[in-house]
């Protein structure tokens, strides 16, 4: 054993000693001698480190346990998630934030001003060249805060919503504004550190359009990430595929064995190996000899906006996006491209593992793969409850479809629904029946996306009866008021609105003759009206009801 290796077990042995010393260590009954006698049989070599031969595997086993939780807890202390947050954002601002304020002050959105910046070729190129250092400082700025992010937003209470299936959600909107309704935080990727690995595989002009596209999508959810609340709307944390090693061949490893079922069902026929596949695929020399072997074809996808041919589009790929693959023949393009959508779905599915949370997809081509490889992964679908996806998966639904202004609630407006507590009510609403849909039908998203728009459609349906009953009950006060009024006047029925006391022989024969409330009960009355006005206003479906009719 090495002096490196010794002194790492010395200290771990030493953690494990003072957690047990502490009381922190709890053993069932039928272990604890066992583990007394090999503690007892530790001891210390002469140059004052832990002898490696008195400590068996037991030990070993506990010691490195002990070790991993408290070095978890001082990476925790080391730097909150909201300072990781901050330093973030400060990082970007610095680079794009003077961008950002142009493209606010021109109402555009980010790939008009990212699109704009490219036609100019002098542009392009002065960015270009500085595209390899800045992907460096991006990397290095993960790498030095990566462990504790991640372990942030592992222990991260609630409903967490892991983004995955593009480099980044559509700019054409906040995908926070729908699923923030249910989930408690969305975490999103750093899409710029994604687009690292690109620097030499783009052609420059695409690259600059990339980099300001995200960094400018990026400040969009600053006020998200950074707003004063107890739980963040939106953390950013770093992909492990850019970062940890090994990680990237263990997704490779999975999304082999997926893409061999996703082949299987594709031609009809079982693959036992890629090699098999390998050699099966060479016989197909033009796109049209491929489709004629395809059993399904409906799972050979390459974008579920394509409208031509399967021939067409295999053509149309070989020479586009899969061009990379340096394609010779039709059938080259199908183990790269289904091995790269299964490592996206597996990548996906790692991430929320590990981070306890919702799979979130907002491109439809990927949410199509990811679907299939649920098909594919029985286990994950009987061993977990798909209501949180089915929910999120119906918002997102609802949002493209008729109830569009879901898709754009405005920052502050979720903030605000935050702030009052709105989210434990909206979450129960917006679930209301999903659970027994997802239980029996764990693929039909349809009959989800029906079910949300139903339980919204009631919830407001149920919010305008409120507000109609509201309005009758103030009318009707007003009314009855209008008419005593003339007989009181104005001043006495300002003061008792007031609380102020108020005399008049008019005012007490009004009191006694006519059925409206006393006055010294109508600051009580009043008030209580007003108030269940406004809590009407602020009440979780108040405030959702407000920016339906916003954006109407």
């Known amino acids: ?290 489709v004629a072997a395809l059993a399904n074809p409906d799972r050979l996808l390459f974008d579920t906006e394509f409208t031509q041919s399967l021939d067409e589009q295999i053509r149309a790929y070989m020479q586009g996006e899969g061009k990379v693959f340096n394609p010779k023949k039709a059938g080259d393009i199908i183990i790269p491209n289904f091995i790269g959508r299964m490592s996206q779905a597996n990548d996906l599915l790692r991430r929320s593992f590990e981070l306890r949370g919702t799979p979130l997809i907002d491109a439809e081509t990927s949410w199509k793969y990811f679907n299939w490889k649920l098909e594919y992964d029985a286990d994950y679908t009987s061993s977990n409850d798909l209501t949180p996806l089915h929910v999120v998966r119906g918002l997102q639904s609802a949002a493209r479809g008729e109830m569009q202004w879901l898709g754009n609630i405005p920052p502050e407006a979720l903030i605000e629904m935050r702030q009052q507590g709105a989210t434990e009510e909206l979450r129960e609403i917006l679930s209301q029946g999903v659970f027994d849909i997802a239980a029996s039908e764990p693929s039909n998203f349809f009959r989800t996306t029906e079910q949300i728009v139903n339980n919204i459609r009631g919830a407001f349906e149920q919010h305008q009866q409120n507000l109609t009953k509201l309005r009758n009950k103030t009318w009707k006060f007003a009314g009855i008021d209008v008419g005593t009024w003339v007989v009181i006047g104005t001043i006495e029925v300002a003061a008792a609105l007031s609380g102020a006391p108020t005399f008049g022989l008019l005012a007490f024969a009004a009191d006694q003759l006519i059925d409206v409330p006393k006055l010294k009960e109508l600051p009580g009355k009043f008030q209580e009206i007003q108030k269940d006005k406004q809590t009407l206003k602020t009440s979780p479906v108040g405030l959702l009801f407000q920016q339906s009719r916003g954006k109407r």
């Open 1 to 290: 054993m090495s002096d490196i290796d010794r002194k790492e077990l010395h200290r771990r042995i030493m953690i494990l000693r003072d957690q047990a010393q502490a009381g922190k260590i709890h053993l069932a009954e039928h272990l604890a001698a066992d583990v007394l006698e090999s503690l007892t049989r530790v001891q210390l070599a002469p140059d004052g480190l832990v002898d490696p031969g008195t400590v068996d595997g037991t030990v070993r086993a506990m010691a490195l346990m002990m070790a991993h939780f408290q070095d978890r807890e001082e990476w925790k202390n080391a730097i909150s998630l909201q300072q990781v947050q901050d330093a973030f954002f400060q990082a970007i601002d610095h680079q794009f934030g003077e961008l950002f304020q142009i493209m606010k002050e021109r109402h555009a959105e980010p790939h008009q001003i990212a699109g704009a910046y490219v036609q100019e070729d002098n542009l392009v190129q002065e960015v270009a060249q500085n595209l390899p250092e800045f992907f460096e400082q991006i990397q290095e700025f993960w790498k030095n805060i990566a462990d504790p992010a991640w372990i942030h937003g592992e222990d991260q209470t609630g409903i967490k919503a892991i983004y995955g299936g593009s480099i980044f959600p559509s700019s054409g909107h906040n995908i926070a504004s729908s699923c923030g309704l249910y989930v408690d935080t969305i975490i999103l990727p750093d899409p710029l550190l994604r687009i690292s690995r690109l620097v030499n595989h783009r052609e420059p002009k695409r690259l600059v359009y990339d980099v300001l596209r995200f960094g400018l999508q990026i400040l969009n959810y600053r006020s998200l990430a950074l707003a004063e609340i107890d739980v963040p709307i939106v953390a950013f944390l770093p992909d492990k595929l850019n970062l940890e090693e090994g990680y990237s061949e263990f997704i490779h490893s999975i999304a082999t064995d997926d893409c061999l079922k996703h082949v299987s069902v594709l031609f009809g026929r079982k693959f036992e190996s890629i090699d098999e596949l390998q050699e099966y695929v060479k016989q197909f020399e033009q796109p049209n000899d491929l």
